[in-house]
């Protein structure tokens, strides 16, 4: 370890050098504190993870889609629907169908979501397996 003493003169300089020291000694720590967090981040499982993919699904003829408006009123592709009973008697026959059509909800963004509610109800209680919702995908960008 090196001292700088006062020079002959008797007058006292600044020292002009960064003692490293302590820099050095908490990068020392720092360095074996994440070598022995790192074997804790590592999962002793194997598993393989199911990878994002954005798969647009192509909607086929034999597919219903049910729509409700802005003021919630229920359609059948593009026939009204009186009241819950009438959507509940089509979505029985349709549960009777082999193999069974998708239900597709498309629900206006300004409607209450009682409306597409019911439509959930009335699905389940018909026995309807496959229910999916449409939207629109977001802009790009």
């Not at 960064?18 to 194997?46: C, K, Y």
């Not at 008697?89 to 979501?113: M, N, T």
């Not at 597409?116 to 397996?129: E, F, K, M």
Request: hydrophobic content about 45%; glycine content about 6%.
């Amino acid at each position: 370890m090196a001292m700088n003493l006062p020079s002959a003169g008797g007058q006292d300089q600044a020292v002009s050098t960064i003692n490293t020291t302590p820099l050095v000694d908490v990068m020392l720590v720092l360095l074996i504190i994440f070598l022995i967090t790192i074997p804790v981040v590592n999962f002793s499982v194997p598993v393989t993870l199911p990878k994002l993919r954005n798969q647009v699904r192509e909607s086929q003829p034999r597919d219903i889609v049910i729509s409700v408006d802005a003021r919630g009123a229920t359609f059948w592709f593009d026939s009204r629907v009186v009241n819950d009973e009438a959507l509940a008697d089509k979505l029985k026959a349709v549960s009777l169908q082999d193999p069974q059509p998708e239900i597709h909800i498309r629900g206006d963004a300004r409607s209450d979501y009682a409306p597409v509610g019911r439509i959930l109800y009335a699905c389940q209680r018909a026995g309807i397996r496959h229910v999916g919702f449409i939207t629109e995908p977001p802009p790009k960008g």
